[in-house]
C-alpha cells in the first residue's frame, strides 16, 4: 500500500511538481485521512502550504504559455524529480528518522524510496516534455494551454488516488507504461520513415 502510494505521488510530481506536495499537506493538516511520518511533517506547516501555493499558481500559468512552458520544463528537469523524492519518500516512509540528519537518514535506508521518487518523476518529466515540444511544434504552441490543463488534472487525480485509494495505482502505473511504450515505438517509426521521393512529372 504505502509502495502504492509513493508510485502514485512521485508519477504525479513528474507532471506537477507542486500538486502532490500540497495534496499530502493539506490532508495531514487539515483531515484524519493521513498522518504524515515525523521525518517529512514539515509538509503540513502553514507556511510551507502558503509557498507551495503559490509556487503552484505560478506554474500553471507559466507552463500554459507558449515558450515560456518550454523554459518552465527545462527548470522543472530538477525540481520535479526532486518533488517525486519527497512525495514518495512522505508516501511511503514511516520512519521517525529525522531528514535534518543526513548521517541517521542514510543509515535508516530512507533514501531508497527517495531515490525512486526520483527517477520515477523523472521518466515522466522527460515524456511530458517530449510529447509538448512535439505538440508545441505541430500546432504553433496552441497545444499548450490544452496539454498543460490535462497535465495538471492528471497529477491531481493521481495524488488523490495515491493517497485515498492507492490499489488503484497499480493499473493506472501499468497503463501509463503501456501508453508510454507505444509512444515510444511510435517515434522511433516516425523516425526510421524513409523520406518521401518528390513525384517527378514527365512533362508531357
Not at 485509494?165 to 497503463?175: A, H, I, K, Q, S
Request: overall charge negative; aromatic content about 4%; hydrophobic content about 55%.
Amino acid at each position: 500500500m504505502e509502495l502504492a502510494t509513493g508510485t502514485g505521488l512521485a508519477l504525479a510530481a513528474g507532471l506537477n511538481a507542486w500538486i502532490p506536495l500540497l495534496a499530502l499537506g493539506l490532508l495531514a493538516r487539515y483531515s484524519d485521512l493521513l498522518t504524515l511520518p515525523a521525518s517529512w511533517s514539515w509538509l503540513e506547516n502553514g507556511w510551507v502550504l502558503v509557498v507551495l501555493g503559490v509556487l503552484l499558481v505560478l506554474e500553471a500559468v507559466g507552463d500554459k504559455v507558449p515558450v515560456l512552458d518550454s523554459i518552465n520544463d527545462l527548470v522543472q528537469t530538477v525540481v520535479r524529480p526532486g518533488a517525486g523524492g519527497i512525495a514518495f519518500g512522505a508516501g511511503a516512509t514511516s520512519s521517525t528518522t529525522r531528514v535534518e540528519d543526513p548521517g541517521a537518514f542514510v543509515e535508516s535506508g530512507d533514501w531508497v524510496p527517495v531515490v525512486l521518487g526520483i527517477v520515477l518523476a523523472l521518466i515522466v518529466h522527460l515524456t511530458k516534455a517530449g510529447v509538448r515540444a512535439g505538440a508545441n511544434a505541430a500546432t504553433g504552441g496552441l497545444a499548450a494551454p490544452v496539454l498543460s490543463s490535462a497535465e495538471d488534472g492528471a497529477s491531481v487525480g493521481l495524488s488523490l488516488t495515491a493517497i485515498l485509494l492507492p490499489l488503484l495505482v497499480v493499473p493506472l502505473v501499468v497503463l501509463l507504461a503501456i501508453a508510454g511504450w507505444r509512444l515510444v515505438r511510435a517515434r522511433r517509426r516516425a523516425g526510421a520513415s524513409p523520406p518521401v521521393a518528390p513525384t517527378v512529372g514527365d512533362g508531357g
